[in-house]
Nanobody, 124 residues
Framework: QVQLVESGGGLVPAGGSLTLSCAAS????????KGWFRQAPGKEREFIAA????????YYADSVKGRFTISRDNARNAVYLQMNGLKPEDTGVYYC?????????????????WGQGTQVTVSS
């Protein structure tokens, strides 16, 4: 059974930092693009960051550029999201995803595998 499991969410004050992890099992995703999305209450799930299979290319939403960093460790079959300078508007459920349609994927529909999400709450 293929699974992506996110961890590392929690409650943090504005300006704080969190690092999210996403561990994969059931298959290897070494050649897959990976990404992070978030969904705030009452809103659509939105793209946050993406990384290609080697980690050599990354892409970010404008709202997080300069504050968030996506990285991956293929030996551990994992992807990470380092979040600094958190703002209340960063609050939401964060999901990791994997897909192989292209080196960098930004559309939700391009991803084939999804985790269950981890809650991030930023207090003002």
């Amino acid at each position: 059974q293929v699974q992506l499991v996110e961890s590392g969410g929690g409650l943090v004050p504005a300006g704080g930092s969190l690092t999210l992890s996403c561990a994969a099992s059931g298959r290897t995703f070494k050649t897959y693009a990976k990404g992070w999305f978030r969904q705030a209450p009452g809103k659509e799930r939105e793209f946050i960051a993406a990384i290609n299979w080697s980690g050599g290319r990354t892409y970010y939403a404008d709202s997080v550029k300069g504050r968030f960093t996506i990285s991956r460790d293929n030996a551990r079959n994992a992807v990470y999201l380092q979040m600094n300078g958190l703002k209340p508007e960063d609050t939401g459920v964060y999901y990791c995803a994997a897909g192989d349609k292209a080196p960098i994927l930004v559309r939700r529909s391009d991803y084939d595998y999804w985790g269950q999400g981890t809650q991030v709450t930023v207090s003002s």
